[in-house]
């Protein structure tokens, strides 16, 4: 595979992954979508790593990766004086 051809798999997963974590908590996350990438991308890495130290296995595995981008949105934010239900004020707006 190219290097082109991995930088947008990874985007997409990324994409992906950071859109579930979205879903998985309510409310509304004033996020662009470069930001949702970020997220599934970071919540990927860090399944990633916490996978093979604790499972030994190759690949976090779908849930794990939206999991911890999940966590990942939900400390984004508390930053913002958010919480579980409400996402907080960014800091644009205050």
């Known amino acids: 595979m190219s290097l082109i051809a991995?930088?947008?798999?990874?985007?997409?997963i990324?994409?992906?992954?950071?859109?579930?974590?979205?879903?998985?908590?309510?409310?509304?996350?004033?996020?662009s979508?470069?930001?949702?990438?970020?997220?599934g991308v970071a919540g990927s890495l860090l399944a990633g790593i916490?996978?093979?130290?604790?499972?030994?296995?190759?690949g976090p595995g779908f849930l794990?990766?939206?999991i911890f981008a999940a966590g990942i949105?939900?400390?984004?934010?508390?930053?913002?004086?958010g919480g579980l239900m409400d996402p907080g004020v960014p800091p644009s707006e205050r």
Not at 33 to 39: P, R, S
Not at 50 to 58: A, P, T
Not at 73 to 81: A, D, E, L, Q
């Open 6 to 12: 991995f930088i947008v798999v990874l985007l997409l």
């Open 14 to 31: 990324g994409l992906v992954v950071g859109a579930f974590a979205r879903l998985a908590l309510p409310g509304r996350d004033p996020m």
């Open 33 to 39: 979508i470069w930001q949702t990438i970020g997220v």
């Open 50 to 58: 916490v996978g093979r130290l604790l499972f030994d296995s190759d």
């Open 64 to 66: 794990l990766s939206v």
């Open 73 to 81: 949105v939900y400390f984004i934010r508390r930053s913002r004086g």
